[in-house]
């Protein structure tokens, strides 16, 4: 599977008072890629397409260079203290996604470009929370993986973090484009974590993702280069042979990963949801959709501020619990699982 590189590309006037916003410009301009203005990244208007799901997947391969004004970091609990803001939007169309609702009208993809502004931001919080470590999310609203080969500013800010003592830095992805970042000066401060799933929920569910294959091979990858190594199996999803569909995914890893990588690994669990919005938006978006979203079969789990989601039955979710944390304790005894959700 070839890196992404957008169809088309928007840039902000005042991005290019940054060096990175006129050296994605140049880039791109040799690229033959076409370049078109906008006046801020929130505001794109006029992506090409006949309907809205023509526009939806044309908005998928626009990039957008702009500024982040916004320094004030989002939380990003239970997996970080705050969300470190380089980009936005995803390049992969996986069916269940919470990114389907809630980038609603604007699912184009944005990098920003104003990085010594962020890390300025990033340090504050660093010192307001002194002696305490404090931890950082590069992938709450992106895939910043699937994007750092055209930008490096997933690069520069794990050599930014490595080189703090309180500073730590978390992402995830689902591609295997790594390789630039192997020999990144990350001094064990950022966690590299992939999210992985059984070959079936892969194949039929995260289509423009890296392979089963690719991401369990970029993974060893990323062992070997010393990094801190963690695993986001989301959504477990139960379908029809799902047991040995995970116990292929953890047999697969164990013979892939070196045995000194398995002494500091993470597992976060996240069972498959969806709420009746992200499921209208689902059957719009991909109406051929395998995905399982039968709210009878399901029970209903109430959230923040009124709203809430459909999960397994709770004897089904204890069964997936039970059946992954197993495989879990059977194969990499020392890890530790964060959560289960």
């Not at 500013?153 to 309180?166: A, N, Q």
């Not at 597992?267 to 209208?280: G, M, N, S, V, Y």
Request: charged share 30%; glycine share 6%.
């Amino acid at each position: 599977m070839e890196p992404f590189i957008p169809q088309l590309v928007y840039i902000e006037p005042k991005a290019l008072d940054y060096p990175l916003g006129r050296e994605l410009k140049d880039k791109f301009e040799k690229m033959g890629i076409e370049i078109r203005e906008t006046t801020s990244h929130n505001q794109v208007r006029n992506i090409p397409g006949d309907n809205e799901n023509q526009v939806y997947r044309n908005a998928k391969s626009t990039l957008v260079v702009g500024v982040r004004k916004t320094l004030k970091f989002d939380t990003s609990k239970p997996s970080a203290e705050y969300a470190i803001p380089l980009a936005t939007g995803c390049m992969g169309h996986c069916h269940y996604c919470y990114l389907q609702t809630t980038m609603g009208d604007k699912p184009y993809l944005r990098t920003y470009v104003n990085l010594e502004d962020i890390f300025d931001a990033t340090m504050k919080y660093i010192k307001e929370r002194e002696p305490e470590i404090t931890r950082f999310e590069a992938a709450c609203t992106s895939d910043i993986v699937g994007l750092d080969h055209l930008t490096h500013s997933l690069k520069k800010t794990i050599e930014f973090i490595g080189e703090t003592d309180l500073g730590r830095l978390r992402f995830v992805t689902k591609y295997h484009h790594v390789d630039h970042l192997l020999d990144a000066k990350h001094n064990g401060n950022t966690r590299f974590r992939f999210s992985l799933n059984s070959n079936y929920v892969i194949k039929n569910f995260e289509p423009g993702t890296s392979s089963f294959d690719l991401r369990i091979e970029a993974a060893g990858k990323v062992a070997k280069a010393q990094y801190p190594l963690g695993f986001i199996l989301a959504p477990l999803y139960r379908h029809e042979g799902w047991e040995a569909g995970y116990l292929e995914l953890f047999e697969k890893l164990e013979a892939t990963l070196p045995h000194y990588a398995t002494k500091d690994l993470t597992f976060e669990l996240i069972q498959h949801r969806f709420t009746k919005t992200a499921k209208r938006t689902i059957l719009k978006r991909y109406p051929k959709s395998k995905l399982e979203m039968n709210e009878e079969e399901r029970k209903y789990k109430w959230g923040k501020y009124g709203r809430g989601k459909y999960v397994y039955k709770t004897e089904e979710a204890d069964e997936l619990k039970e059946t992954i944390e197993g495989y879990i304790h059977k194969f990499f005894p020392t890890a530790k699982t964060e959560y289960f959700t």
